[in-house]
Antibody
């Protein structure tokens, strides 16, 4: 059974950097799957943030392009998210997920439990 | 404003059938890209309910079914049960948004 676990600070100051890590167990980060970040602002819907393939290929949401970096650490079987210049609008529950399938057919078949990140001074 | 449009809410009595629509455009659902559905119970992470328009992952009851036609997709739930009360999201791929995956705005299902 694939399991994902997010970790990172729950509070980030405005204009600061949000950094989260997703530890993967039950599957190799080098498998032919996308490793994906999704966020959900309080009381709102899901927003796809971006994703990474084990080769290092990334896709980012156009709305976050320029502030977002997703990377993979094969030695630790985990992947990470870094979001710069955060504002209150970045306050959300952040989920990591495994994307099953390639290209446009990918669905998110395993999810972490999510971690709430609040941007506030 | 989500790229995929869902009704904010639907409701039904136990045992009834409800459907949730997901309307897109020619750059996503209408372009032939797959639609997936997720169920999010209160306070929990989303769970994959339907993949590839019509496929149920192992463990998902056959009361849940998906369909797709043109620029829209639908999730049907038959034999409604109290535990089906949740938020439901559709998801697809959009070729106009630099290869982005997109979610619908979500539909809150209330079991009366």
């Amino acid at each position: 059974q694939v399991q994902l676990q997010e970790s990172g600070p729950g509070l980030v100051k405005p204009s600061g950097t949000l950094s989260l890590t997703c530890a993967v167990s039950g599957d190799s980060i080098s498998s032919r799957n996308w490793w994906i970040w999704v966020r959900q602002p309080p009381g709102k819907g899901l927003e796809w943030i971006g994703e990474i393939f084990h080769s290092g290929t990334t896709n980012y949401s156009p709305s976050l392009f320029g502030r977002l970096t997703i990377s993979v650490d094969k030695s630790k079987n985990q992947f990470s998210l870094t979001l710069n210049s955060v504002t209150a609008a970045d306050t959300a529950v952040y989920y990591c997920a495994r994307g099953l399938g390639l290209g446009s057919t990918t669905c998110l078949n395993f999810w972490g439990q999510g971690t709430l990140v609040t941007v506030s001074s | 404003q989500s790229v995929l449009t869902q009704p904010p809410s639907v409701s039904g009595a136990p045992g009834q059938r409800v459907t949730i629509s997901c309307t897109g455009s020619g750059s996503n659902i209408g372009a032939g890209y797959d639609v997936h559905w997720y169920q999010q119970l209160p306070g929990t992470a989303p769970k994959l309910l339907i993949s590839g328009n019509t496929n149920r992952p192992s463990g998902v009851p056959d009361r849940f079914s998906g369909s797709k036609s043109g620029t829209s997709a639908s999730l049907a739930i038959t034999g409604l049960q109290a535990e089906d009360e949740a938020e439901y999201y559709c998801q697809s791929y959009d070729s106009n948004l630099s290869g982005s995956r997109v979610f619908g705005g979500g539909t809150k299902l209330t079991v009366l």
